[in-house]
């Protein structure tokens, strides 16, 4: 098992940044790729950005790019999440999940295992 939990969320004007945190711990020695969602009000849950174990493949979703950076740092156990330039359609509750292979995990939901309990992000008009 892995857990997995968010930090860094809260309140910011648009155009203004945030920096997600999510530290997994227990299984931690298996390598295993990850990911962050979003859930906006009233709305189905949705893929922002993915990468591999290696850090070498990552993807986002067309409307972040540009704007947010996931990356991940191995040896502490931590995966991040910059967000840029943020617009109040990015308001929503963040989570932070894993995979259980090293390989680039993608936007299919079904294909993590392990998600953390969420981190409200608002931003402000």
């Known amino acids: 098992q892995v857990q997995l939990v968010e930090s860094g969320g809260g309140l910011v004007q648009a155009g203004g940044s945030l920096r997600l945190s999510c530290a997994a711990s227990?299984?931690?020695?298996?390598?295993?790729?990850m990911g962050w969602f979003r859930q906006a009000p009233g709305k189905e849950r949705e893929f922002v950005a993915a990468i591999s174990w290696s850090g070498s493949s990552t993807g986002y979703k067309d409307s972040v790019k540009g704007r947010f950076t996931i990356t991940r740092d191995n040896a502490k156990n931590t995966l991040a999440l910059q967000m840029n330039s943020l617009k109040p359609d990015d308001t929503a509750v963040y989570y932070c999940?894993?995979?259980?292979?090293?390989?680039?995990?993608?936007?299919?939901?079904?294909?993590?295992?392990?998600w953390g309990q969420g981190t409200q992000v608002t931003v402000s008009s």
């Open positions: 999940a894993a995979t259980t292979s090293p390989y680039y995990g993608g936007s299919d939901q079904e294909g993590y295992a392990y």
């Open positions: 227990g299984r931690t020695r298996s390598n295993y790729a």
